[in-house]
């Protein structure tokens, strides 16, 4: 089992446009990269997924380099609501069997 | 709302109990999962089920033993837990293995 590494932490301001790398070495071929938000007792919610490039939605833009050994979630103007730990994870693949990591916790202040 | 739900929220149980947790998801998705959150801990995974068919068992002990009697439903059957079982465990499904997953709200267990 591969795992994804990301920093376990990470304070900013309201307003402030936030970037959250996740380094993924052993995704596989054809996966995807997904990035999930959770907040305390609740289940994790999907933000946003892609493959390569750029993917921007109405939350968060994904930036995933040519190698995708990486990936970073974006995103912009956060708010007190978007305190909250974000994790980084290809889909669920027999070929990556990559099992999620600890996440970051994002701390973001008045 | 996911379209994933589980019930029930929250569940006391001694270690000689048996019981059973059950998700639902109404997405019309083929594949589920069954994943544990203890405390302060990342998350890990179960059990995953593809169109009703186990493809990943993840060196879970015997005590833990799920059930997916169609692609709508899935079980989490328990019996003679340890207090260390006590945890957050989601459900979630996707479209296909490979595609997004969508989490169901968690059943907060405690095991006495």
């Known amino acids: 089992l591969a795992k994804t590494t990301q920093p376990i932490s990470m304070d900013s301001y309201e307003g402030q446009e936030v970037n959250i790398t996740c380094s993924h070495n052993?995704?596989?071929?054809?996966?995807?990269i997904t990035w999930y938000q959770q907040f305390p007792s609740q289940g994790p919610r999907f933000i946003i997924q892609?493959?390569?490039t750029k993917v921007t939605n109405e939350v968060a833009s994904l930036f995933i380099p040519a190698d995708r050994k990486s990936s970073t979630l974006s995103l912009p103007r956060v708010s007190l609501s978007d305190t909250a730990v974000y994790y980084c994870l290809p889909p669920y693949s027999s070929a990556s069997k990559i099992i999620f990591g600890s996440g970051t916790r994002l701390s973001i202040r008045p | 709302e996911t379209g994933v739900t589980q019930t029930p929220r929250h569940l006391v149980m001694g270690m000689t109990n048996k019981k059973s947790l059950k998700c639902e998801q109404h997405l019309g998705h083929n594949a589920m999962y069954w994943y544990k959150q203890s405390a302060k801990k990342p998350l890990e995974l179960m059990f995953v089920y593809s169109l009703e068919e186990r493809v990943e068992n993840n060196s879970v002990p015997s005590r833990f033993s799920p059930e997916c009697p169609n692609s709508s439903h899935l079980f989490l059957h328990l019996h003679t837990l340890q207090p260390e079982d006590s945890a957050l465990y989601l459900c979630a499904s996707s479209q296909q293995l490979g595609r997004e997953q969508y989490f169901g709200p968690g059943t907060r267990l405690t095991v006495t």
């Open positions: 052993n995704i596989a071929t054809n996966d995807y």
């Open positions: 892609g493959y390569k």
